[in-house]
């Protein structure tokens, strides 16, 4: 009896233990062509300003075709890593060129895209509970390039994309280096494609905000930095916030009322909480001649995120930023 007391007091100990331990911190690489519009910034800074939830490895950098050459992407994630106080965070230039044009020249000393490539796959293999997740919201080239260079990092990796208008043809990202999504789909990597669907309600273009909102919401969030960044527009800022106001201030609105999606955001946001969508999974397709070529024989799947909850996600971003006390008095 005595034994049978000490071993029950030994299992309740250490059932004890495991439930208080806390949370696992998800581990991000987030890889952005930050100076393309304005959803990168907003997804970068909601990241930052997460990080009870989230242990960021480092952000890598891409250039797509509006936003200007690899020095204007690095600018712009840097200014936003600035007034979020996180430039301690490893930021690291990526591909300014395609898959294909890149490929045959992984293995030189020095080609385009080196130093993301290298981190992406010096992170993967570092040892960790759970799989390095990278959340990739422009074209896909750094991560293909990462994986064509060292396939063994393809089951240590999960990949979300904010991407595609799946199963509908176009979108930017994909169509900016159509060649690095296929490559991926063909292969084993845990594969996330974040949904964009212009125009629908069931994609990332439906989590929308207005000028007004910014306007009303944004002024004077996030900390304040003792250097000021200037603008991509110009401009001085001292916080995230105030920075927000004028991104939204240089940018077109569509709809009525008129308004802007941050997709890049809602990826993050369904990596924080996966109840804020809708998930399915399908046999890979590829993108061939402008359209999806379904393989419903294949036995490689990935999956497909779309009907986001666009309150709760918007909430949750106001709710993430500091409120810059100073500002708001």
Not at 117 to 136: E, G, P, W, Y
Request: proline share 5%; aromatic share 10%; glycine share 6%.
């Amino acid at each position: 009896m005595k034994y049978l007391f000490i071993l029950l007091s030994l299992i309740l100990l250490t059932c004890k233990t495991k439930s208080s331990a806390p949370n696992q911190k998800t581990t991000i690489i987030f890889d952005t062509d930050a100076n393309n519009e304005l959803d990168d910034q907003h997804a970068l800074a909601y990241l930052l300003f997460n990080q009870d939830h989230f242990q960021i490895e480092g952000v890598t950098v891409n250039a797509t075709r509006s936003g200007g050459n690899m020095d204007k992407q690095y600018e712009e994630a840097e200014r936003i890593m600035k007034l979020c106080q996180a430039d301690s965070i490893p930021l690291l230039k990526g591909a300014d060129s395609s898959f294909t044009a890149i490929l045959p020249t992984i293995d030189s000393t020095d080609f385009d895209g080196k130093l993301a490539v290298d981190f992406m796959i010096k992170s993967a293999h570092r040892s960790r509970l759970d799989k390095l997740v990278l959340i990739a919201v422009g074209k896909l080239t750094n991560v293909a390039l990462a994986v064509a260079k060292d396939s063994t990092i393809v089951s240590k990796i999960r990949l979300v994309w904010l991407g595609s208008n799946y199963p509908e043809p176009g979108e930017y990202n994909q169509d900016n280096d159509t060649a690095a999504m296929n490559y991926l789909l063909n292969t084993r990597i845990d594969f996330e494609m974040v949904t964009v669907r212009y125009g629908k309600p069931s994609g990332t273009d439906a989590v929308k905000i207005t000028q007004e909102e910014v306007n009303k919401k944004m002024p004077g969030l996030g900390p304040k930095i003792k250097i000021p960044v200037i603008g991509r527009h110009g401009g001085s800022f001292g916080c995230f916030g105030d920075y927000s106001v004028d991104l939204f201030k240089h940018i077109d609105y569509h709809g009525t009322p008129p308004s802007r999606a941050l997709f890049d955001m809602a990826a993050v946001a369904i990596v924080k909480n996966p109840a804020w969508a809708q998930r399915q999974e399908i046999s890979s397709p590829l993108y061939i001649n402008n359209q999806w070529v379904e393989r419903p024989s294949n036995p490689r799947k990935i999956k497909i995120w779309e009907n986001f909850n666009t309150p709760a996600i918007l909430s949750d971003f106001f709710n993430s930023f500091p409120i810059n006390i100073e500002s708001k008095n």
